[in-house]
């Protein structure tokens, strides 16, 4: 009789704990509003935006070609983005939207950019373990120059940042786990 109170009572609790979860997510389902709006303003202030989708087959995509982007295949409605060209010091902004069928917690995507000489897979293997902080390894945190939040499918993340000011290669990834080795790299091509 007793295991069979505290087994209702632990149901009881998983249903109160279901129930907030579902309200969360309405709340941040309004702020993602919120922040599109303001995005919006954002995007008519001169900075070189490039909005980029984070897809189920772990590639960055966009959907409008520009200049200074070099794409790969496309696949209907998006292309792949394999490396972005920029000058030294120049300011660009980021727009990363999830794309899926699948919950966050198996897929979800970030854009992040490393410092130039930085061991990516190292990065990308430490980071797997590194759920709490977004994925990205708190060692390597002072060789991520920018990065996105993690989202998942219908989010979006803006970010701006300010591109180094030596020329070269630098990687950007998505430190999802498995998702840079299934190839959600690029490069940001300073010259
Ligand atoms: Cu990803």
């Known amino acids: 009789m007793k295991r069979t109170i505290f087994s209702s009572l632990l149901l009881m609790i998983a249903i109160a704990f279901t129930a907030c979860g579902g ?6 389902t309004a702020e993602s509003q919120t922040a599109e709006q303001e995005d919006q303003q954002m995007m008519d202030d001169g900075v070189r935006t490039i909005e980029i989708f984070g897809t189920d087959d772990l590639r960055f995509k966009v959907q409008e070609d520009a ?50 000489g930085t061991d990516v897979d190292t990065f990308a293997r430490e980071s797997l373990a590194a759920r709490d902080n977004d994925y990205i390894s708190p060692n390597f945190e002072d060789q991520v120059i920018a990065h996105t939040a993690m989202i998942g499918s219908g989010e979006t993340d803006t970010i701006t940042f300010t591109v180094p000011d030596e020329p070269g290669e630098y990687d950007y990834i998505c430190t999802f786990p498995g998702h840079y080795a299934g190839g959600m790299v690029g490069k940001l091509i300073v010259q």
């Open 23 to 28: 309200g969360q997510s309405e709340t941040e």
């Open 67 to 116: 200049e200074g982007l070099q794409l790969g295949e496309s696949s209907g409605e998006y292309t792949v983005l394999e490396a972005i060209e920029a000058s030294p010091g120049e300011e660009i902004r980021i727009v990363l939207t999830t794309v899926s069928q699948l919950p966050p917690a198996a897929m979800s995507h970030n854009w992040t950019l490393v410092e130039m």
